[in-house]
DNA sequence: GAGTCGTGGCC
DNA sequence: TGGCCAAGACT
């Protein structure tokens, strides 16, 4: 696909923003018929979004904007607020930058994003699609963003053979050899919805495609098999074990993690490495010497790159006890409040209500 | 380029 | 059940 006729390229693009218009879906982070773009919230939501599902960042995005309304807001606001509003979300990464990212601007921009391509993808978190999708959605810049769906949807319409990731250069380039000078935020929008409704990865369904004409995987009964990816590794078994120290029965024994790495900056209970076995000898590292129970049963989460299976210790600890030991003491009914992620929250669960795991 | 970095839903 | 996948960034 070396060149895109001006007439073939001007047809594709019409025809996509027509059946957009038509069948644009209503996102939170969308503006309302007459409302005005909020680059705020697109920058918000475009960093929630990735490698992340609509449905779950909805409620997220809802209360972020609720609570912190403006860029300012967001970069006044306590970076431990922001991760344990975060919890759950995954990617904690995210949610750091997310705040680096508010303090530059407010600081720098005087809490305005930048419009400039070049400018946005230097800012904390965001990178080459983000400041694409910013640059063209929010302010109505000519850019090609490329996420996954539109890497898809593209490599069906041109019959792009070459596997992922290799093939990201070319599928850029095409992005940019279609992206228009007006509208270029709704044409990437309507890439993105195409991808996500109707350009799926199973089981497209094309008789509804507005570009079922054009699509030259369709003509080659390819659109299944495209793009293809290179075969990807299976994900190893890590094991360890978790300790849950309560205090007064009110109260869970939480410890910080490292600020880079896995889970990094986030709260968790007390436990051991995560390597192939289960430490010979658990209750040695145990926080505390009091006495332990082992609750039946496994907590099992994955991860991208790995499997993790944890055998859970409980142990109750008088106020008299708990002085001497170090970590901060969550209260059960608030934990909420607290940076804790996914997998902290089975294994609290697993350790207060064994019957549910 | 290849690893790291979460989580939940789907088939 | 288990593999796959989601509006990727960073090293």
Redesign the pocket.
């Known amino acids: 696909m070396k060149d895109l006729p001006p007439q073939k390229r001007k047809a594709l693009v019409q025809c996509l923003l027509v059946w957009y218009d038509k069948s644009r ?1 209503r ?1 939170p ?2 503006p309302l018929p007459g409302q005005s773009v909020d680059p705020y919230r697109v920058w918000l ?2 960093i929630m ?8 960042v909805g409620p997220y995005f809802q209360s972020f904007v609720k609570r912190w309304p403006t860029m300012n807001a967001l970069a006044a606001a306590p970076v431990d607020e922001i991760m344990s509003a975060w ?8 949610a750091r ?1 997310l705040h680096a990212c508010a303090k530059r601007v407010a600081a720098e921009y005087g809490g305005s994003l930048p419009n400039d391509e070049a400018e946005l ?1 230097s ?9 694409a ?1 910013i640059a063209a959605i929010a302010f109505g810049k000519q850019a090609a963003p490329v ?3 539109i890497e ?1 949807v593209l490599a069906r319409l041109f019959a792009v053979r070459e596997k992922l ?2 093939a ?2 070319l599928l850029k380039n095409l992005a940019e050899a279609l992206a228009p000078q007006a509208r270029s935020g709704d044409f990437a ?1 309507a890439m ?2 195409l ?2 409704t109707i350009c799926t ?3 497209p369904t094309c008789e509804s495609c507005p570009w079922i004409r054009s699509c030259a995987a369709r003509k080659s009964g390819l659109e299944r098999a495209l793009p293809a ?7 190893p078994l890590r094991r360890g074990t978790a300790f849950v120290v309560i205090s007064g029965g009110s109260e869970i024994l939480l410890r910080r993690r490292p600020p ?5 900056g ?1 709260h968790e209970t007390p436990m051991s490495a995560w390597e192939a076995n289960f430490p010979s000898d658990p209750l040695c590292l145990a926080p505390t010497k009091s006495k332990y129970r082992m609750i039946e049963g496994l907590v099992h ?5 790995f499997d993790l299976e944890l055998q859970v210790f409980v142990s109750n600890v008088n106020s008299r006890q708990r002085g001497s030991i170090e970590g901060e003491w969550a209260p059960i009914n608030d934990l909420a409040h607290f940076a804790l ?6 294994i609290i669960e697993h350790a207060l209500n064994p019957a549910k795991a």
């Open positions: 879906r996102l982070w969308r939501s475009e979004l990735q490698q992340t599902t609509v449905a779950a919890s759950g979300l995954g990617y904690y990464s995210r930058n993808k800012l904390p978190g965001i990178g080459s699609y983000t400041a999708a996420d996954g769906n898809r990731p290799a990201k250069p929008q993105m919805d991808g996500a990865p199973k089981s990816r290179s075969t990807k590794k299976k994900r880079k790495g896995l889970l990094g986030m989460h994955t991860f991208t790159h992620p996914s997998v902290m929250r089975k």
